[in-house]
């Protein structure tokens, strides 16, 4: 059991996290025990992902606290996108469990070949097979962004918002074959145009996402995912091939978002000037396994971090 630390200027209590791993699939992981605990928003229990004979990650086990920044660091390979694919139902885990806001929204043990292929641990610990599609892991509050971006590049900036808020979209076929949303369409395109001017994007809704400046086409893919309605968001590398600047300003507008949208946000980066600015807590994984998880401090000043990872200074 860990205690998240308060953010700058949050006078309230550090919110108390509890470990899920005993927690069966369709209860509320970590709810209404004897301690008053709250569940994690997010918890991965166990979490190992075989591809044949290649670990790509081993009981990966974490927490992310409701309104926490938390990162996700190590070095190339170390599985990190693997775990962000994990949680958001693009790959099935070989074995062990995730939750979000205490429902299992994944949980899978060795089966088939996989039984004599598994090099991972936690065998047994583990009996039900449970997966939630993308589709439904975003209708349940978690939405991504990517390591290359990922816009409807032939498409507007407007329509690329457009699009994300027909996740939500109350209609069918019926009513789409006789045009009766025109209620609902009118509700949508108004609420994406209110997410652009929020988002200092109103002067380029009519722009093709393609022909945007980097940095730009980097807050319409984040923008394209608030359409969307999460309460966790995914940042995979947001800073990648941005220069100084761009970083700087991208360090101030995930900490707006944050408060704007009440959000939880956990983030993979190897810029790590942003990562120690904006964490709350950070976990390092190396080869697939964790190795350290703390607050910035306490992970700047690991020494396993440091060989694996972050490194000395030439002159130190």
Known sequence: MTDAPARAGDKSKPL???DVS??????????????GALAAHLALDGVTMQFGGVLALDSLSLEVGAGE??????PN?????????????????????????????AENRPRGKMKSLYKGSGR????????????????????????????????????NVLIAKHMRAKQNPFSAAFRLNAQEEARMRGEAMALLEEQNLTHLKDDIASGLPYGYQRRLEIARALATGPTLLLLD?????????????????ILQIR??????????????????????????????????????????????????????????
């Open 16 to 18: 108390k996290l509890v």
């Open 22 to 35: 005993g927690a069966g699939a369709g209860t509320r992981a970590g709810i209404g025990n004897a301690s």
């Open 69 to 74: 920044i938390v990162a996700l660091i190590g």
């Open 77 to 105: 390979g170390a599985g990190k996108t693997t775990a962000f694919n994990c949680i958001t139902g693009v790959y099935e885990p070989t074995n062990g469990r995730i939750a979000l806001n205490g429902e299992i929204i």
């Open 124 to 159: 047994g610990q583990y009996s039900k097979a449970v997966r939630i599609t993308p589709d439904k892991i975003t209708m349940r509050g978690i939405a991504r962004t990517y390591q290359n971006i990922r816009l409807f590049k032939g498409l507007t900036v407007f329509e």
């Open 237 to 253: 590398e947001p800073a990648a091939g941005m220069n100084p600047q761009e970083t700087f300003e991208l360090n101030e507008y």
């Open 259 to 316: 408060e704007r949208y009440g959000l939880t946000i956990f983030l993979i980066e190897h810029h790590m000037d942003l990562v120690m600015r904006i964490s709350d807590r950070i976990y390092v994984l190396d080869f697939g396994k964790m190795i350290a998880h703390g607050t910035p401090e306490q992970i700047q000043s690991d020494k396993r971090v440091i060989d694996a990872y972050l490194g000395v200074a030439e002159d130190a």
